[in-house]
Protein backbone atom coordinates (compact mmCIF):
# COMPACT_ATOMS: atom_id res chain seq x y z
CA UNK A 1 0.00 0.00 0.00
CA UNK A 2 3.17 2.49 1.12
CA UNK A 3 4.27 1.67 -2.90
CA UNK A 4 1.53 2.71 -4.32
CA UNK A 5 0.70 5.59 -2.19
CA UNK A 6 4.18 6.98 -2.12
CA UNK A 7 3.92 8.12 -6.06
CA UNK A 8 1.22 10.01 -5.88
CA UNK A 9 2.21 11.87 -2.35
CA UNK A 10 6.04 12.87 -4.47
CA UNK A 11 3.60 13.91 -7.22
CA UNK A 12 1.03 15.71 -4.77
CA UNK A 13 4.43 17.52 -3.80
CA UNK A 14 5.56 18.51 -6.99
CA UNK A 15 2.38 19.98 -8.35
CA UNK A 16 2.28 22.35 -5.26
CA UNK A 17 5.69 23.42 -5.34
CA UNK A 18 5.29 23.84 -9.06
CA UNK A 19 1.90 26.45 -8.20
CA UNK A 20 3.94 28.18 -5.51
CA UNK A 21 6.66 29.28 -7.74
CA UNK A 22 4.57 30.13 -10.83
CA UNK A 23 1.90 31.97 -8.14
CA UNK A 24 4.78 33.55 -7.18
CA UNK A 25 6.50 34.83 -10.91
CA UNK A 26 2.78 35.76 -11.82
CA UNK A 27 2.72 38.04 -8.43
CA UNK A 28 5.64 39.80 -9.15
CA UNK A 29 4.67 40.43 -12.84
CA UNK A 30 1.34 41.32 -12.53
CA UNK A 31 0.74 42.24 -8.32
CA UNK A 32 -1.54 40.25 -6.42
CA UNK A 33 -4.77 42.49 -7.03
CA UNK A 34 -4.36 41.72 -10.81
CA UNK A 35 -3.38 38.11 -10.22
CA UNK A 36 -5.89 35.13 -10.90
CA UNK A 37 -5.83 31.95 -10.33
CA UNK A 38 -6.47 30.89 -14.15
CA UNK A 39 -2.90 33.12 -14.31
CA UNK A 40 -1.32 30.93 -12.15
CA UNK A 41 -2.57 27.18 -13.21
CA UNK A 42 -1.63 28.75 -16.71
CA UNK A 43 2.24 29.27 -15.78
CA UNK A 44 1.68 26.10 -13.98
CA UNK A 45 0.74 24.29 -16.80
CA UNK A 46 -1.97 22.37 -14.61
CA UNK A 47 -5.44 22.26 -14.84
CA UNK A 48 -7.84 25.12 -12.99
CA UNK A 49 -9.38 22.52 -10.93
CA UNK A 50 -6.03 21.40 -9.74
CA UNK A 51 -5.02 24.53 -7.62
CA UNK A 52 -7.94 23.60 -5.76
CA UNK A 53 -6.63 20.70 -3.79
CA UNK A 54 -3.73 21.99 -2.54
CA UNK A 55 -4.58 26.32 -1.42
CA UNK A 56 -8.34 27.09 -0.47
CA UNK A 57 -7.86 30.67 -2.49
CA UNK A 58 -5.47 32.61 -4.15
CA UNK A 59 -4.60 34.44 -0.67
CA UNK A 60 -3.76 31.15 0.63
CA UNK A 61 -1.36 30.65 -1.62
CA UNK A 62 -0.33 33.83 -1.06
CA UNK A 63 0.24 33.05 2.90
CA UNK A 64 2.35 29.99 2.10
CA UNK A 65 4.26 32.17 0.05
CA UNK A 66 4.96 34.70 2.47
CA UNK A 67 5.84 31.25 5.04
CA UNK A 68 8.43 30.09 2.87
CA UNK A 69 9.92 33.64 2.58
CA UNK A 70 10.39 34.47 5.71
CA UNK A 71 11.23 30.61 6.61
CA UNK A 72 14.75 31.10 4.60
CA UNK A 73 15.71 33.34 7.96
CA UNK A 74 14.93 31.07 10.78
CA UNK A 75 15.10 28.02 9.08
CA UNK A 76 19.21 29.00 8.56
CA UNK A 77 19.63 29.60 12.34
CA UNK A 78 22.03 27.10 14.02
CA UNK A 79 20.79 25.94 17.06
CA UNK A 80 23.91 26.17 20.22
CA UNK A 81 25.95 23.42 19.19
CA UNK A 82 26.54 22.84 23.28
CA UNK A 83 23.14 23.15 23.48
CA UNK A 84 22.98 26.17 26.40
CA UNK A 85 22.25 29.56 25.17
CA UNK A 86 23.39 32.27 22.53
CA UNK A 87 25.17 35.03 22.83
CA UNK A 88 22.48 37.83 22.33
CA UNK A 89 25.05 39.94 20.02
CA UNK A 90 26.22 36.53 17.86
CA UNK A 91 22.62 35.90 17.19
CA UNK A 92 20.83 38.76 16.69
CA UNK A 93 23.76 39.47 14.45
CA UNK A 94 23.15 36.17 12.61
CA UNK A 95 19.97 37.42 12.63
CA UNK A 96 19.98 40.17 10.80
CA UNK A 97 22.37 38.92 8.44
CA UNK A 98 20.22 36.15 7.20
CA UNK A 99 16.78 38.61 6.93
CA UNK A 100 18.97 40.94 4.75
CA UNK A 101 20.29 38.18 2.61
CA UNK A 102 16.94 36.74 2.08
CA UNK A 103 15.11 40.12 1.57
CA UNK A 104 17.78 40.83 -0.91
CA UNK A 105 17.06 37.86 -2.79
CA UNK A 106 13.78 38.20 -2.77
CA UNK A 107 13.56 41.76 -3.43
CA UNK A 108 11.10 41.29 -6.32
CA UNK A 109 8.59 39.35 -3.86
CA UNK A 110 8.56 42.17 -1.19
CA UNK A 111 7.95 45.23 -3.87
CA UNK A 112 5.24 43.19 -4.84
CA UNK A 113 4.05 42.78 -1.34
CA UNK A 114 4.54 46.49 -0.60
CA UNK A 115 2.35 47.58 -4.02
CA UNK A 116 -0.53 44.90 -2.99
CA UNK A 117 -0.47 45.98 0.52
CA UNK A 118 -1.27 49.64 -0.40
CA UNK A 119 -4.04 48.63 -2.89
CA UNK A 120 -5.84 45.78 -0.98
CA UNK A 121 -7.79 45.95 1.64
CA UNK A 122 -7.59 42.32 3.67
CA UNK A 123 -4.13 41.98 2.80
CA UNK A 124 -2.77 43.77 5.87
CA UNK A 125 -4.75 41.12 8.03
CA UNK A 126 -2.35 38.55 6.49
CA UNK A 127 0.74 40.83 6.56
CA UNK A 128 -0.23 41.56 10.20
CA UNK A 129 -0.74 37.65 11.12
CA UNK A 130 2.39 37.01 9.90
CA UNK A 131 4.63 39.78 11.67
CA UNK A 132 2.61 38.77 15.35
CA UNK A 133 3.82 35.21 14.91
CA UNK A 134 7.63 36.55 13.94
CA UNK A 135 7.23 39.36 16.82
CA UNK A 136 6.26 37.04 18.99
CA UNK A 137 9.20 35.18 18.63
CA UNK A 138 11.27 37.96 18.95
CA UNK A 139 9.62 39.08 22.20
CA UNK A 140 10.11 35.76 23.57
CA UNK A 141 13.85 35.17 22.75
CA UNK A 142 14.52 38.88 24.41
CA UNK A 143 12.36 37.71 27.92
CA UNK A 144 14.84 35.25 27.73
CA UNK A 145 18.22 37.27 27.98
CA UNK A 146 16.31 39.83 30.20
CA UNK A 147 16.14 37.02 32.91
CA UNK A 148 19.41 35.85 31.88
CA UNK A 149 20.91 39.20 32.75
CA UNK A 150 22.00 40.09 29.33
CA UNK A 151 19.49 42.82 28.39
CA UNK A 152 18.70 45.68 29.95
CA UNK A 153 16.17 45.21 32.81
CA UNK A 154 14.15 48.48 31.55
CA UNK A 155 13.37 46.94 28.06
CA UNK A 156 9.95 46.03 27.85
CA UNK A 157 10.19 42.72 25.37
CA UNK A 158 6.84 43.36 23.56
CA UNK A 159 7.76 46.63 22.58
CA UNK A 160 11.46 46.12 21.79
CA UNK A 161 10.17 43.00 19.48
CA UNK A 162 7.47 45.49 17.83
CA UNK A 163 9.71 48.63 17.17
CA UNK A 164 13.01 46.83 16.43
CA UNK A 165 11.19 44.61 14.08
CA UNK A 166 9.53 47.09 12.19
CA UNK A 167 12.44 49.14 11.86
CA UNK A 168 14.22 45.92 10.73
CA UNK A 169 11.40 45.65 8.01
CA UNK A 170 11.77 49.06 7.03
CA UNK A 171 15.13 49.68 6.57
CA UNK A 172 15.18 46.43 4.34
CA UNK A 173 12.52 48.01 1.86
CA UNK A 174 14.79 51.13 1.65
CA UNK A 175 18.02 49.40 1.38
CA UNK A 176 16.99 46.54 -1.31
CA UNK A 177 13.36 47.31 -2.59
CA UNK A 178 13.92 50.79 -3.51
CA UNK A 179 17.91 49.90 -4.58
CA UNK A 180 19.86 52.41 -1.99
CA UNK A 181 22.42 49.60 -0.64
CA UNK A 182 23.85 46.42 -1.83
CA UNK A 183 26.50 45.36 0.88
CA UNK A 184 24.73 42.68 3.51
CA UNK A 185 27.59 43.09 5.91
CA UNK A 186 27.54 46.77 6.29
CA UNK A 187 24.05 46.29 6.16
CA UNK A 188 23.96 44.17 9.12
CA UNK A 189 26.21 45.39 11.36
CA UNK A 190 24.73 49.07 11.41
CA UNK A 191 21.42 47.21 12.15
CA UNK A 192 23.04 44.87 14.82
CA UNK A 193 24.46 48.08 16.28
CA UNK A 194 20.71 49.39 16.43
CA UNK A 195 19.54 46.55 17.86
CA UNK A 196 22.34 46.62 21.03
CA UNK A 197 22.04 49.94 21.74
CA UNK A 198 17.91 49.90 22.34
CA UNK A 199 18.61 46.22 24.26
CA UNK A 200 21.41 47.59 26.59
CA UNK A 201 23.74 45.26 25.62
CA UNK A 202 27.35 45.52 25.40
Do not use: C
Not at 91 to 97: F, P, Q, V
Not at 103 to 115: D, I, L, M, T
Not at 134 to 154: F, H, L, M
Amino acid sequence: MTTERTPQTTQAHRTRGALLRAGRRVLERKGLHKTRVSDITKEAGVAAGTFYLHFENKDDLFRQLLITVEDEVYGELVPSRSGGSVDPAQRIRETNALYLSSFKRNSGFWKSVEAAALGQSDLPDVLAERNRYYRSRTERAIARWQAAGEVSPDVDPATAAFVLGAMTERLAYVWYVFGHREDVDAAADDLTRLWLNYLGID
